[in-house]
């Protein structure tokens, strides 16, 4: 069989078309998770599942169990369905022992049966014997992790599928807020439109008060601060930051700072950025443009270059090593200092 994208699976899903074998691998969790509870939940009625469905867990099974309950045939059902989640953790799954079964099962599979695999965060290799057999035999899907660029027109694409739309400076914000974890990032959406009318678009106001986000005192206020060189507003931001630090934990506000200087530093690289350049980069709406017209102005290519070292600095710090008892709050009080008063990185060797 042909390898598969989420897209094609899903549609011979809705239109009840079932392969008899499913392996779906990949670093990105969400289409994995997705299918399997499609399947989980439409394949039969109800009624017909507690004697025809089965779900097993990699670590709690080995191969032989798993085409055992293969091989069963329905009872007072069309279809059974077999659904092995943590796939990856079956011991024995890639082993010369299991491999000759697992072969005559997939060869020859049982079609009154759906037998899926959940295998996340890894593929196997296709190289090898195994690989190679699942690529032939089995409905094969590989869920690769997106882009930081490519999570803009992914959002887009989601909230258009609910029927809804959200506006450039939305999409922006929970892109550079929640990244490329398409579970977190749909379930945040999922929440957004119960709040929201029909026709009425997902802003940024409905963002920052439903994701807890807030209004003033936030990442992106403390990014636009840093752009236009404020340094009361920054420092107010920190303060809130300080003491509120469940709700604005370092780590991932170092993430999204890097984010937005690594952005600029390629930027740079293009004496005129156009559209197409912004757009390469994820940064589709005319305010982020903006805004990073005014940072290439502000920080030149040495300096951006030189910020980037100071955030890994920051990263390095936050896990304890040249620290010493230095608070979060504190670790981030500094490097937005240093990111406002430049300081030769030779002094900080």
Known sequence: MPQYSPDEILQQLRQRQFQPIYFLQGEEPYYIDLIANILEQNVMPEHERGFNQVVLYGKDTDAATVLGQARRFP????????????????????????????EAYLKNPLQSTVLVFCYKHKTLDARKKLGKLMG????????????????????????????????????????????????????EVDKLLLNVAPGQPIDEDLVQKMVGISKEYNIFELQKALVQRDVLKANRILQYFEANPKANPLIPNLTLLFGFFTKLLVLH?????????FKKLGINNS???????????????????????????????????ESGSMTEGEILRELVFLILHPVPLSVLA
């Not at 943590?86 to 491999?99: C, G, N, T, V, Y």
């Open 287 to 321: 305010f982020a443009q903006k805004e990073y017209q005014q940072a290439l102005r502000v920080y030149n290519f040495p300096r951006t270059r030189d910020i980037i070292h100071l955030i890994r600095r920051a990263d390095l710090q936050s896990k304890g090593i």
């Open 75 to 102: 009872m007072m059902a069309e279809r059974s369905v077999v659904i092995v989640k943590e796939a990856q953790a079956i011991a024995d799954l890639e082993s010369e022992k299991a491999f000759p079964f697992l």
């Open 136 to 187: 032939e035999k089995a409905a094969l899907l590989t869920s690769k992790k997106l882009y930081d660029n490519q999570v803009p027109g992914w959002l887009t694409a989601y909230v258009r599928s609910k029927q809804q739309q959200i506006t450039g400076q939305a999409t922006a914000m929970l892109s550079e807020y929640i990244g490329a974890d398409l579970s977190r990032l749909t379930n």
């Open 269 to 277: 690289q293009a004496p005129n950025p156009s559209d197409a350049d």
